[in-house]
């Protein structure tokens, strides 16, 4: 079973589109993730929810906004793509117990913006 | 603001040779400390993860140390394989205000381990 799942895999797209991505995890963790994976291969965080609660929201553009319909779930809906928003996203999940849990990564979603 | 620093970029070895991958951390206040790898096209898998009041920690042929105070953490392949082939990440923890454990990486080291 697939502890943290993102669709789609890929996504193709044209400049000025409104796109989601889908993140589930079904780990029963209360912290779930969104980081962005440049051309450069850096990894750097968006977003976090807690108990569908928004606790980290770095400098991302506000055309960027995550959605967490219930514990298990969040996702991002892009509006109008630009260039520079093709990337690799990952959504990752953790469990609030201390100092030794770690993150669990979903596969990732690769965006190409045309 | 935290940056994590990952030296070298890039190592290629012979297989059944020891090696380090360096990270360091600008900001000692971390919560815990992580080694990832991924492979091409790939999620991360979680190595090692050593909590801030922690030295050291070990899985199989991997060891992972941390030294909080000089901001310095290693990791230690011994007798590498092909299979080890793979960009390792490492990772500080930040918990606390709003950081809530966020993960802030490093640029990665890309791995070559050749028969």
């Known amino acids: 079973d697939t502890a943290v799942s993102q669709t789609p895999k890929y996504l193709v797209t044209q400049m000025g589109n409104d796109k989601s991505i889908k993140c589930e995890q079904n780990?029963?963790?209360?912290?779930m993730y969104w980081y962005k994976q440049d051309s450069k291969k850096f990894l750097k965080i968006m977003f976090s929810y807690n108990n569908k609660e928004l606790i980290i929201n770095e400098t991302v553009p506000n055309r960027f906004s995550p959605k967490s319909p219930d514990k298990a779930h969040l996702n991002l809906h892009i509006n109008s793509l630009e260039l520079g928003d093709s990337a690799v996203y990952f959504c990752?999940?953790?469990?609030?117990?201390?100092?030794?849990?770690?993150?669990?990564f979903g596969p990732g979603t690769r965006l190409l913006v045309l | 603001k935290q940056e994590v620093t990952q030296i070298p970029a890039a190592l290629s070895v012979p297989e059944g040779e020891n090696l380090v991958l360096n990270c360091s951390f600008t900001?000692?206040?971390?919560?815990?400390l992580q080694w990832f790898r991924q492979d091409p096209g790939k999620g991360l898998t979680s190595l090692l993860l050593i909590q801030s009041s922690q030295r050291e920690q070990t899985s199989g042929r991997l060891n992972a140390s941390l030294d909080k105070s000089s901001g310095r953490s290693t990791l230690y392949i011994a007798a590498s394989q092909p299979g080890d082939s793979a960009t390792y990440l490492c990772a500080v923890g930040e918990f606390g205000g709003t950081s809530y454990g966020k993960l802030t990486f490093g640029q990665g080291t890309i791995l070559t381990v050749h028969p």
């Open positions: 990752a999940s953790r469990r609030d117990r201390g100092r030794q849990e770690t993150q669990y």
């Open positions: 780990l029963g963790h209360d912290t």
């Open positions: 900001d000692s206040a971390i919560y815990n």
